[in-house]
């Protein structure tokens, strides 16, 4: 199975870390605990993120290679029926929303126009009307265990999304390529710090709590479908990590992108021809 490219950086590749900075460290962060609640919660996160690293069924690399899981060769293998429903999606990618306008929190990344979201799953979120618009993508989510967030991730030409990590690493991170313009080289995500390029068809498995950053510096648009999976692990590791995220459906700020996506999908699909 053909990987994304790789390519490593012997320097650093951020600018917004000092030189020598490993970012293959999941622990660094952009902006350090201001108060003591935010330290404890560092803390805190820090300890449980180890543990689920420790009890992780197929090691804590940033980068997995996509063979350790054999449903990905099967998505990949009728990735162009995603790719004809994602074509049609694109027709009225001007209404799509953007991410931050679904998910507030993600407006610490990113505060224009430029990175649009087309649900297709989500803890806590009801976005069955655009999952009606895609059933081919939506059996082939079905085959990938634990998933939990689902949805096209539509990228502007010349859009860069800054360093950042995930929230959380029980759940792992699959980029399937749907639409990667030319030169491919002007179009990369860095993980850790080594860069990966997308290609169209194919999977890239990572760990997002690692820091990672994105650049589309092409005239092209970069379309990838973003999935969110639970993390295998041992057991009852697996059990309480599942217990958990779906109690996160219950959170504030998921429940209020819940909302959010509803209120879209409604004035959206209420139009004529929709």
């Not at 996160?45 to 449903?71: C, K, M, N």
């Not at 792992?172 to 997308?198: A, M, T």
Request: proline residues 6%.
């Amino acid at each position: 199975m053909q990987e994304a490219n790789t390519v490593t950086r012997p320097s650093l590749p951020s600018s917004q870390f000092p030189p020598g900075t490993n970012l293959h460290d999941r622990t660094i962060r952009l902006n350090a605990p201001r108060n003591l609640l935010q330290k404890t919660g560092v803390v805190l996160q820090d300890w449980l993120e180890r543990r689920v690293a420790g009890a992780s069924i197929h090691g804590d690399p940033a980068v997995y290679d996509s063979r350790t899981f054999s449903w990905a060769a099967e998505v990949e293998n009728e990735w162009h029926l995603i790719r004809r429903e994602l074509d049609q999606v694109m027709t009225f990618r001007d209404r799509i929303p953007s991410f931050h306008e679904i998910l507030k929190e993600a407006g610490t990344i990113t505060a224009d126009d430029q990175w649009k979201t087309f649900f297709l799953a989500g803890i806590g979120m009801d976005c069955r009307e655009n999952a009606r618009r895609c059933p081919e993508t939506m059996r082939l989510l079905g085959k990938i265990p634990g998933m939990k967030t689902a949805f096209f991730s539509i990228l502007s030409p010349r859009k860069h999304i800054p360093a950042h990590r995930g929230a959380f690493n029980g759940v792992l991170r699959f980029h399937l390529g749907l639409l990667v313009p030319e030169p491919r080289s002007q179009v990369r995500i860095r993980i850790g710090n080594d860069f990966y390029h997308w290609t169209e068809g194919k999977s890239l498995i990572f760990d997002d709590t690692y820091n990672h950053e994105v650049w589309n510096d092409t005239d092209g648009y970069r379309v990838v479908l973003f999935v969110d999976f639970a993390r295998p692990l041992k057991q009852p590791f697996h059990r309480l990590n599942e217990a958990f995220l779906n109690m996160a459906s219950v959170a504030p700020f998921l429940r209020e992108a819940g909302a959010k996506q509803k209120t879209w999908e409604k004035k959206f699909y209420d139009q004529p021809n929709r």
